[in-house]
């Protein structure tokens, strides 16, 4: 089984179903996130551009992340983002900034080691398997 298809399987578990979307989200997010110019370090500037630096430097540092608000992820992303990710996944534009707000600093934090970004700025979906625990507490027990 993938990253993405488990990934996939723990939405899938929550109560508010549409498994199929939220996993296309989250590779949705991956591929935006490498197809921004310079990878993750375009995501990087992105954020330092919208005054939400100090929250992806946690990410990537090696203490606790910050929460980011769907707000704040909204402006950082912008609209137009948002709602290009929501059509990829099949979900709701309100949708893609809550659930991003609670899997990307898992994903960032998951890809960059020891505070390291990858020299090429490209997350691949093997390196954020790590994430699976924290996301499996995110999502994967609503059902019980």
Not at 55 to 62: E, F, L, M, N, P
Not at 80 to 97: C, D, H, I, M, S
Not at 100 to 108: D, G, K, M, T
Request: hydrophobic share 40%; glycine share 14%; aromatic share 4%.
């Amino acid at each position: 089984m993938s990253l993405l298809d488990t990934i996939g399987s723990m939405f899938g578990s929550s109560p508010q179903g549409g498994g199929a979307g939220q996993q296309a989200l989250v590779a949705s997010a991956l591929e935006f996130i490498n197809n921004q110019p310079g990878g993750l370090n375009g995501l990087i500037q992105r954020f330092h551009e919208n005054g939400a630096g100090d929250i992806i430097s946690s990410w990537i540092g090696t203490g606790a992340n910050k929460a980011i608000s769907p707000d704040t992820l909204q402006n950082v992303l912008g609209s137009e983002t948002v709602t290009n990710l929501a059509a990829k996944a099949g979900v709701e534009p309100e949708q893609v900034t809550g659930l991003l707000s609670q899997v990307l600093p898992h994903v960032v934090d998951a890809a960059t080691p020891n505070g390291e970004v990858p020299a090429d700025g490209k997350v691949e979906p093997s390196s954020v398997s790590g994430a699976l625990s924290a996301l499996s507490g995110l999502f994967g027990n609503r059902n019980a």
